[in-house]
């Protein structure tokens, strides 16, 4: 055993957050393999050590590791779980799991050799955790953890707690709901706040450095894990930081593929596989048509950053209806995950911007949006940006990220 690893171990644990993430009261804890995946920079690391100190605080019974760790670096997973096990260890918590080659394999091992050593193991690499979990599908339970939302931001930031609401809700009940959050904090200058630098909690670490800090999450995605996990050769991720930058400047994009291939130097087949990559890595976010199925796979309908932030970090002064849509597809879009639903559940519809759960239509705009074009729908909303309080079918947009 390294006491190294310990030491470290307790340092995090008296420095720890309090603040939970909403997937934290969700997992079930006690299954004998349980893995997080979400994007860097989300909070998992945050996530692991938090339950190390809610069920066995300091006592040693629980292992939190990074393969970060220079320990990993001559000696494999397994050989240190065994070793744990062996010293009367109940826990182990595997951070960056991902980063060890055959990590799959050897937490198999772990959990079918050592029955006594419950793991969870956690992953930033999106791609590269896909590549190799299926080997453990039969076992363990998997979970996805997003950025923060607009609910959660309210709480890391400002210390104003409020309960999540379903669609359902909102829907009925949006004008008490919007009310009793107004009365408590102003919430459009923090609406702004949380779409400039609000979706990652490393935001807490100082909101000047956020941007740059965002920056180097996006690098080590592109240079990274795509070469890593999909394929793709070196020389082709400065066509893909490109690529980014042409969604992100862009008015909410209907993708016309001959102009980005032509504007990227990316052929047009590969284009859509780039697309749907760059959606596995979370950096951006693809939204069908509604009604075709699986034939509106060959090109999404729209295409967004995967969220706000990323597109302020990209374009500076992004358009500010890009912005608003996506914000909704973001937020909604991570409600409908976390209830396991299908990723055909936020299409685009014939008319309006969203269709969500083939019930429900919206136009996303702000405060000087008309409804014309959903009047006249059973299922027609506004999510209007800019006002703190709607009235009928105008709904605030910002109230959208208490869904989760």
């Excluded at 809610?54 to 065994?82: C, M, T």
């Excluded at 951070?95 to 992953?123: C, M, N, Y």
Aim: include cysteine; proline fraction near 4%.
């Amino acid at each position: 055993m390294d006491d190294d690893i310990f030491s470290q171990q307790h340092t995090l644990l008296t420095n720890l957050s309090e603040a939970k993430r909403y997937q934290y009261g969700h997992i079930q804890w006690d299954h004998h393999l349980v893995g997080i995946v979400g994007a860097r920079g989300v909070g998992k690391t945050t996530m692991l050590l938090q339950r190390i100190k809610d069920q066995y605080g300091d006592s040693g019974k629980a292992a939190y590791v990074s393969i970060d760790h220079p320990y990993f670096d001559a000696r494999p997973l397994f050989e240190f779980a065994e070793s744990f096990a062996a010293y009367g260890g109940e826990l182990l918590c595997v951070d960056e799991v991902h980063k060890q080659a055959d990590w799959s394999r050897q937490i198999k091992a772990i959990h079918d050799t050592i029955p006594s050593l419950r793991v969870i193991f956690s992953g930033s690499s999106i791609l590269r955790m896909s590549a190799q979990a299926a080997d453990l599908s039969r076992r363990a339970l998997v979970y996805e953890l997003h950025g923060l939302s607009f609910r959660e931001y309210l709480l890391f930031a400002h210390k104003q707690k409020f309960e999540p609401l379903t669609l359902a809700q909102i829907l009925v009940d949006h004008v008490a709901l919007a009310g009793s959050v107004v009365r408590r904090i102003k919430i459009l200058p923090c609406f702004r706040a949380y779409l400039d630098h609000g979706y990652y909690p490393f935001f807490l670490e100082g909101v000047d450095q956020y941007q740059l800090k965002l920056t180097a999450v996006m690098g080590q995605i592109l240079e990274m894990d795509l070469p890593f996990a999909a394929s793709i050769a070196i020389r082709q991720i400065g066509k893909l930081k490109k690529l980014l930058y042409l969604i992100s400047t862009s008015v909410p994009m209907i993708p016309d593929i001959a102009r980005l291939s032509r504007m990227t130097g990316i052929s047009r087949p590969t284009i859509y596989d780039y697309l749907e990559k760059l959606q596995e890595a979370r950096l951006l976010r693809l939204v069908r048509q509604a009604g075709k199925g699986t034939v509106s796979l060959a090109k999404p309908e729209k295409v967004y950053l995967d969220n706000t932030n990323l597109a302020v970090a990209l374009a500076q002064q992004p358009d500010s209806g890009t912005v608003r849509e996506t914000f909704f597809a973001n937020q909604i879009a991570s409600a409908l995950s976390r209830s396991r639903l299908v990723d055909e559940e936020l299409t685009v519809p014939a008319r309006g911007d969203f269709l969500v759960q083939s019930k429900w239509t919206f136009e996303v705009g702000g405060k000087g949006k008309r409804d014309d074009r959903i009047i006249d729908l059973p299922g027609g909303y506004l999510a209007v940006d800019d006002i703190e309080v709607g009235q009928g079918r105008r709904i605030p947009l910002w109230l959208f990220g208490f869904l989760y």
